[in-house]
């Protein structure tokens, strides 16, 4: 029996409404994963939101790039610290579980943070209280709540599917939360004027062109009848569709007639530009630079160099500290000796003269030793590559100084 099966075809409910289950839509809004009525007319809900391009874009690149990332077990010594490489230790960075890999779960993961707002991780533990698995959870079925303990405290706890769980067994990651602490914050649910706006915008352009590009037209006439000004219509609307199958632009109305565009054609709403403001608005959701959404308008060689520290400095930062600080907190507990760490060096990883260029500089300044450099590069070390080096020409000050004197 794997570790969920017993919970499978169990009802969670709500505390406050027993009748009420945790599927129902107040539960998923209060979640951040409802449907939501944006300002624009249009429904948005996760599912939406990620037809949106530059919405799939943000959530892809910042996942799939802290996904992608290596992700370590320290241990601290007298010497500095050591790679741990039993246990959890030796797998946290390729298999979470029989079933998933370290970069699945890490994608999964931050992919929940970034649309909903929230992941939930269970930590199956041996009997000894070692790490054994890592298990993601649905966060749209799991409650989060707070009560006080028969010592007076207040503690948090998890319930999914009639389990309660205590926090310390528990990853959970948000995107932002609510003053009550419990509650997340969602990008989508969050923004959704502005991301309803982008929907709304997608919409309407597809139609545009599901049209031929017409914008919608009233037909004028001396009509005798009803029925004979729907006839007209159809004839017209079936003509003008032949014709933008077609390509050609000229189309005959009888005498007396005439047809007039109602509403805006694109040009004039400014469709490129409010699709374009869009991206920049969801540029600002998610703090990214425009150029990682494959915004280039305002891209040159510099500044897109720039935008790759930014990326790194201030967007990614934020997300590996967080994690980060939450693994070491509920997998190891306060004060052990033991940690995770993300490696932002495999960002690198893809450009390798820049990559080269760093080791050689770690190397020639003592700060990493060949064989270090190497382990990196997945080569196998050398017996003459423990050793830390310096360039010859850089020798202290003083040992200069008395050089001279001995001269």
Do not use: C
Request: hydrophobic share 40%; charged share 25%.
């Amino acid at each position: 029996m794997g570790i969920f099966d017993r919970f499978i075809g169990q009802e969670a409910r709500s505390l406050e409404d027993p009748t009420a289950t945790n599927s129902t839509k107040d539960f998923l809004s209060v979640m951040g994963w409802g449907d939501f009525a944006a300002a624009a007319g249009v429904t948005v809900n996760v599912d939406t939101a990620m037809g949106v391009p530059a919405i799939w874009a943000a959530v892809n690149f910042i996942g799939g790039t802290l996904a992608g990332l290596p992700l370590h077990v320290y241990r601290k010594t007298d010497a500095g610290r050591e790679r741990v490489t039993e246990g959890f230790g030796a797998t946290i960075n390729t298999a979470v579980n029989d079933e998933m890999s370290s970069f699945e779960w890490r994608k999964y993961m931050f992919e929940q943070v970034l649309t909903g707002g929230r992941s939930i991780t269970y930590i199956e533990r041996d009997e000894g209280g070692n790490v054994r698995n890592l298990h993601p959870i649905d966060p749209n079925g799991v409650l989060v709540e707070r009560k006080v303990t028969s010592q007076g405290f207040p503690a948090k706890s998890y319930r999914y599917n009639q389990r309660i769980f205590k926090a310390r067994d528990i990853i959970d990651l948000t995107f932002m939360v609510k003053a009550n602490q419990l509650d997340p914050r969602g990008p989508i649910a969050t923004n959704k004027d502005a991301i309803g706006m982008a929907i709304a915008a997608s919409q309407y352009g597809a139609k545009a062109f599901q049209s031929g590009g017409i914008p919608p037209a009233v037909l004028q006439g001396p009509f005798q009848s009803g029925a004979a000004a729907s006839r007209a219509s159809e004839d017209v609307a079936a003509a003008t569709a032949k014709l933008a199958k077609e390509g050609r632009p000229i189309m005959a109305l009888p005498l007396g007639h005439e047809l007039k565009s109602v509403g805006f054609s694109p040009e004039q709403m400014q469709l490129i530009e409010l699709q374009r403001f869009s991206i920049e608005q969801i540029a600002r959701i998610y703090s990214l630079p425009p150029i990682f959404l494959q915004d280039l308008t305002r891209s040159t060689f510099t500044n897109s160099e720039q935008q790759d520290l930014h990326f790194v400095k201030h967007t990614l930062k934020r997300w590996i500290e967080q994690a980060e600080q939450e693994m070491n907190l509920k997998l190891f507990g306060r004060g052990s000796d033991q940690y995770v760490e993300f490696n932002v060096d495999g960002l690198l990883r893809g450009d390798f003269k820049t990559r080269m260029e760093a080791h050689a500089t770690s190397i020639q300044n003592g700060i990493r030793t060949p064989n270090e450099v190497r382990d990196l590069e997945n080569m196998s070390a050398r017996d003459e590559g423990d050793d830390l080096m310096i360039q010859g020409a850089t020798v202290p000050i003083k040992n200069q100084v008395i050089g001279d004197q001995n001269e």
